[in-house]
């Protein structure tokens, strides 16, 4: 005989009260700034979160106000391979893919090392947010070495490896991420698609969308040698890009804790995950970077 029973628990929960979502990402060098402005919802509702217009975003460096994004439309494209010409050069056709509403602010010159940069966004009935960020320095990096088909990946493929060495500045925390795209041309127009990397270098974790993070817990002040594995590439007609860049803690514990939260995505046996935020009163992430790129031809 088997017997079971069971007990009716009503959790209540309690009203939420949206907050504002700020995403902003700076790389260094940029001449613009952009940032998008949407509003957080329950965990129960069942609408979009729609973006917010009609706010007033402020840029200041050093508490010195440097501007106000004006509001725009930013269009993102895709490029779709078609064939190859009589050369064997890749073809591509290009391809709109989405409109996205944002906030945009021209600079005078680009964002500087070594200032404190502080980002503010007020609208009616919200409570006002803002974020605060520095620039990190650029990198130092040794010798890059290119090596087709020379490893295996996790699942025992053969993979082509880029090697190259980290020259860290010591007395304070670092945070480094690295992505690898192929493709003709440049990435600015498209022509790239990013590529799913692998790492055995130890303290070497896996980020959102292909991308891989680190932290120089482990090498503080050191020079540290890293190894990135990618599936075989004929660069014949091709290159390959390897950004390397120098990022905030705020964008490392973002990157972490966003991979971990779509890990988890609709399991109802895992813990919740919170993915970070250093946006003060409100969701999302203001973040800078600085980026090297290399390419093999």
């Given at each position: 005989m088997v017997m079971a029973c069971e007990q009716v628990v009503e959790i209540d929960i309690p009203d939420h009260e949206s907050q504002l979502v700020l995403s902003s990402f700076y790389e260094a060098g940029d001449s613009s700034i952009t940032a998008y402005l949407t509003k957080s919802i329950g965990i129960l509702d069942d609408e979009d979160s729609d973006d917010v217009w009609g706010a007033t975003i402020n840029l200041y460096e050093n508490d010195m106000f440097i501007g106000q994004f004006k509001e725009r439309a930013d269009t993102t494209y895709r490029f779709d391979l078609l064939g190859f010409d009589h050369n064997g050069h890749p073809v591509f056709q290009e391809e709109f893919t989405n409109i996205f509403p944002c906030y945009h602010l021209n600079l005078s010159t680009p964002l500087e090392q070594g200032k404190t940069y502080k980002i503010t966004a007020e609208v009616s009935d919200y409570v006002g947010i803002s974020a605060i960020q520095q620039l990190p320095a650029i990198l130092n990096i040794g010798?890059?070495?290119?090596?087709?088909?020379?490893?295996?990946?996790?699942?025992?493929?053969?993979?082509?490896?880029?090697?190259?060495?980290?020259?860290?500045?010591?007395?304070?925390?670092?945070?480094?991420?690295?992505?690898?795209?192929?493709?003709?041309?440049?990435?600015?127009?498209?022509?790239?698609?990013?590529?799913?990397?692998?790492?055995?270098?130890?303290?070497?974790?896996?980020?959102?969308?292909?991308?891989?993070?680190?932290?120089?817990?482990?090498?503080?002040?050191?020079?540290?040698?890293?190894?990135?594995?990618?599936?075989?590439?004929?660069?014949?007609?091709?290159?390959?890009?390897?950004?390397?860049?120098?990022?905030?803690?705020?964008?490392?514990?973002?990157?972490?804790?966003?991979?971990?939260?779509?890990?988890?995505?609709?399991?109802?046996?895992?813990?919740?995950?919170?993915?970070?935020?250093?946006?003060?009163?409100?969701?999302?992430?203001?973040?800078?970077?600085?980026?090297?790129?290399?390419?093999?031809?």
């Open positions: 010798t890059v070495t290119y090596l087709p088909v020379s490893g295996f990946s996790l699942n025992g493929y053969l993979m082509d490896v880029l090697q190259f060495t980290l020259e860290d500045v010591g007395g304070k925390d670092d945070y480094y991420e690295f992505k690898v795209y192929s493709g003709n041309g440049s990435i600015s127009n498209a022509n790239f698609y990013p590529r799913y990397i692998e790492s055995y270098t130890l303290g070497i974790e896996q980020g959102k969308f292909g991308m891989l993070l680190l932290n120089d817990d482990l090498f503080d002040g050191n020079t540290y040698d890293i190894e990135l594995l990618i599936r075989p590439e004929d660069t014949t007609y091709s290159e390959i890009h390897i950004e390397i860049s120098s990022i905030s803690r705020d964008k490392y514990l973002f990157a972490k804790s966003l991979e971990a939260y779509y890990n988890v995505e609709e399991n109802p046996f895992a813990e919740p995950v919170i993915v970070h935020t250093n946006i003060e009163n409100g969701q999302g992430i203001f973040s800078m970077e600085n980026k090297t790129e290399i390419i093999i031809e």
